[in-house]
């Protein structure tokens, strides 16, 4: 049986569960607007889904749900923040202003995110920048699931890279794409509801290419996108996202003594960048411009207008929501 929930409900449910299993208010209100605008927007597999993985974190003692993150002012346009072993979002919160002044005043801006857990998707990360003007570009790498090209096991994350553009008249171009073939949570919805996997995706333990999911989760591994060419890209987010910021890399970090945790404890770069100090017509106008022309080439869908659909469908209709899960999520608010 399913129903619907309201935005606000669902947030407030949300933060209940994180404040009940060890957070701060504020990371809890960081987390639940997070979780329930990916949920809200179609982002199923860094939704209400993700919610277990995060509560093990906590409860395991893996992820410190009360750390406050230490911003650091390095260089003109280069800022880092420590999350202390906390959630990324949260230590972007705190990093935000600041990067967004350095980028005004300079032109460009990093914000360098280490020691830090991130389960979520990366455009509810740098959205709100686009929705300011600014062009944002994030990289986060995550936990070795994914095996390089011609390698035989698993060194990269999923490891997401995410754009986002102020556009005129219009919503920000915003996508987030993963490296690997597909999302990791893709493939545990796919265990969970008996789903075979597209071709190309996976192989087993033995290194052999696999359709079934389980066999990707049980000692076998994603595959890159795009052969090489997505190798190379999921590359370049573990040096970004890890060997740039001070985080783990993909491979590094061990979680084996605390059995349940899903928050890979990696790093995350961000990039701002003020349109207004480059040449010629406004950027938002020419990104307006390359839209009009692949719309008129065909373009049916854009990067991002599918989210943007399920938006605009959920605030009138609310958000679905089985019975069964949210029963789940009351028993965890309690629990």
């Not at 509810?124 to 390089?148: H, K, M, Q, W, Y």
Request: charged share 20%; glycine share 10%.
């Amino acid at each position: 049986m399913s129903t619907t929930i309201a935005y606000a409900e669902l947030v407030g449910l949300l933060e209940k569960i994180f404040l009940r299993h060890g957070t701060d208010r504020v990371v809890a209100s960081i987390l639940a607007e997070n979780c329930a605008m990916c949920e809200r927007d179609g982002a199923y597999s860094h939704g209400i889904f993700r919610m277990p993985g995060y509560v093990a974190s906590l409860n395991t003692g893996w992820v410190d749900g009360r750390a406050t993150p230490e911003v650091e002012d390095v260089a003109p346009s280069f800022c880092r923040v420590d999350a202390r072993n906390g959630f990324a979002q949260a230590a972007l919160a705190r990093g935000r202003d600041l990067a967004i002044s350095k980028s005004r005043q300079a032109g460009i801006s990093v914000l360098a995110i280490r020691n830090s857990h991130h389960l979520s998707a990366l455009w509810p990360d740098i959205e709100p920048f686009a929705r300011e003007g600014l062009i944002a570009i994030s990289a986060v790498n995550s936990f070795a699931c994914t095996v390089p090209f011609d390698g035989k096991s698993a060194v990269f994350g999923t490891n997401p890279f995410a754009f986002a553009a102020p556009v005129e008249n219009s919503e920000p171009m915003v996508f987030d794409l993963a490296t690997s073939a597909m999302a990791n949570g893709d493939v545990q919805i796919a265990a969970r509801k008996g789903h075979t996997l597209p071709p190309d995706s996976g192989v087993d333990g033995d290194g052999k290419p696999t359709n079934d999911p389980r066999a990707v989760l049980d000692g076998g591994a994603l595959l890159t996108f795009g052969g090489y060419k997505g190798s190379s890209i999921s590359m370049m987010v573990e040096l970004l996202g890890a060997a740039l910021t001070g985080g783990h890399f993909s491979f590094e970090f061990d979680w084996s003594g605390h059995q349940g945790a899903q928050t890979p404890h990696t790093g995350q770069l961000i990039i701002l960048i003020d349109p207004s100090y480059g040449a010629g017509e406004a950027f938002d106008r020419r990104a307006h411009g390359l839209i009009t022309a692949m719309q008129a080439a065909g373009v049916s869908r854009l990067p991002g207008q599918r989210r943007a659909e399920i938006r605009a469908q959920t605030a009138q209709n609310g958000i679905p929501i089985t019975e069964e899960d949210l029963a789940s999520l009351r028993t965890l608010a309690i629990a």
